[in-house]
């Protein structure tokens, strides 16, 4: 069962953040009925497409619904489509592995996530049994253009016909959230089967994912029908809803009272240290990382989002300040964890300047505005820690951009953003010593800015993306 994603736009790899997976790496994500894996067949300046692989283990299918097929014949559960057609099957794979691509976020490149993008979607075998016309009302209502091509029952025997499966691609300009919303709804509708039991919750489901295109759909009702598996209760439910969501759409606008411009920013602007922490996560998870290391962590903000990510199985803490390790337990509250989460975490005192056996082993290490703390001498001594003994395979390093800080009318021409700042990089110094430090301990890197980013000196914080 295979999705494959292309998307043309320059450069076309960044379809990589915004699904949060990385066109250098396989990765294989374990599923209820087997497991599916993205690679990436092609990774281009001009063309990059993601796979998404679906390989089903009919007897984990068999355990999680051991009555399917019992009406019909013995083998029902193990000889069925289930393997190669994409219906509810890959519709939850793309729920689960493309979670976040899905709810539009992608804290590193967020334009880029709000943006309509040249994208072509492909399956090559999905149950259709309404055949290319119903395909076609489904998905060009949508702004898709389809193609839609039958596939024979068998080839060497045409007299047989056309099987109920299509071969589907779909090309337009669409944000990919909105892309990967058609597909994880529209799936199990032109199979009309859902591979699970419906229960109240697929109510919610449906108008989270689908919510800002069905309610005006041609096709609601069938739609709506087929995807909460012909209950009727739940079918009313939703149609409630949607019809809600449509009268608000339709109210006359307010003008709302006159609030201060800077109260309005607030609300609208995320801070800069969000801005940073997400687009470090962002950077971890295309990268697949699953361990992570905060060298530095302070009081524990970036080590608290990453517990709050499941995607994260082991997360470790480390810092010179005692005091400092002492306020990230207070801060997440670790006398109250469970034993669960409480076993995904550690908290140690640790120099990133110091060899240290607790600082190896895993995926990926952070020095998120760490290195602009240390005397520039000290550097080599962190390179040889972090990048040589410790060695993880990704280290993410943010520090500020000293250009950007003739934005801040605060700050004194010639001082630094931090009375503990040792020393604050331009963007060619940061590349420099980025470069350097990768050439010499087997890294690529890659440079993203992170913040506003202004023309003429670039954005407030800038990143570094370290693999091997």
């Known amino acids: 069962m295979l999705l494959t994603i292309t998307a043309r736009f320059r450069p076309a790899t960044d379809l990589g953040y915004l699904l949060h997976k990385h066109p250098d790496r396989v990765q294989s994500f374990a599923q209820a009925h087997g497991t599916a894996h993205v690679f990436y067949p092609e990774a281009g300046p001009e063309a990059c497409t993601a796979a998404l ?109 056309d099987a109920h499966y299509i071969g589907l691609t779909l090309t337009g300009e669409r944000r990919l959230s909105e892309a990967l919303s058609h597909l994880y709804v529209l799936l199990p509708v032109m199979d009309g089967a859902k591979h699970y039991w419906v229960a109240d919750d697929e109510v919610d489901k449906l108008l989270r994912n689908a919510g800002g295109w069905l309610a005006g759909h041609p096709e609601r009702p069938r739609i ?42 607030r609300e609208r602007e995320p801070t800069l240290a969000d801005r940073r922490a997400g687009a470090v996560l962002s950077a971890l998870k295309a990268e697949g990382a699953r361990t992570v290391l905060d060298l530095g962590c302070g009081a524990g903000a970036l080590v608290r989002r990453l517990l709050d990510d499941a995607a994260f199985t082991r997360v470790a803490g480390a810092d010179p300040s005692a005091d400092a390790v002492a306020a990230a337990h207070r801060r997440l509250r670790t006398d109250r964890m469970s ?19 607790r600082l190896r082993g895993y995926d990926a290490a952070v020095l998120m505005e760490v290195v602009e703390h240390l005397d520039p001498w000290r550097l080599p001594a962190l390179e040889h820690v972090v990048f040589g003994d410790a060695a993880p395979r990704t280290v993410v390093v943010t520090t500020p951009n000293a250009e950007y800080n003739v934005h801040y009318p605060g700050l004194a021409q010639g001082r630094m953003r931090h009375p503990d700042h040792r020393f604050e990089w331009t ?16 890294y690529r890197v890659r440079l993203l800015p992170v913040g506003p980013e202004d023309t003429a000196t670039g954005p407030p914080t800038q990143m570094g993306v370290f693999t091997r």
């Not at 992608?106 to 309404?130: E, N, Q």
């Not at 034993?339 to 056996?357: G, I, K």
């Not at 963007?427 to 087997?442: I, K, L, P, S, T």
């Open 53 to 161: 692989l679906l390989e089903v283990d009919p007897d984990r299918l068999r355990r999680a619904r051991p009555h399917a097929g019992a009406a019909s014949f013995a083998l029902a559960s193990y000889v069925n489509d289930r393997p190669y057609a994409a219906s509810s099957l890959m519709s939850v794979a793309i729920g689960d592995v493309f979670r976040t691509a899905l709810k539009g976020r992608c804290d590193a490149r967020p334009d880029l996530a709000a943006a309509a993008l040249p994208l072509t979607l492909s399956l090559p075998a999905v149950p259709c049994r309404g055949g290319a016309d119903e395909a076609r009302a489904l998905f060009e209502p949508l702004g898709w253009r389809v193609e839609a091509e039958p596939v024979p029952l068998d080839e060497g025997l045409p007299g047989w016909g």
């Open 224 to 265: 709506t029908s087929r995807y909460l598996a012909r209950r009727r209760h739940l079918a009313r439910q939703a149609s409630a809803r949607l019809d809600a969501l449509g009268a608000l759409e339709d109210l006359p606008e307010h003008e709302p009272p006159e609030r201060p411009p800077e109260e309005e920013a």
């Open 339 to 357: 034993e669960r989460e409480s076993a995904r975490l550690e908290l140690f005192c640790a120099s990133a300047v110091h060899r240290d056996p």
């Open 427 to 442: 963007r060619a110094a940061f590349a420099a010593w980025a470069e350097r430090v990768a050439a010499e301990h087997g």
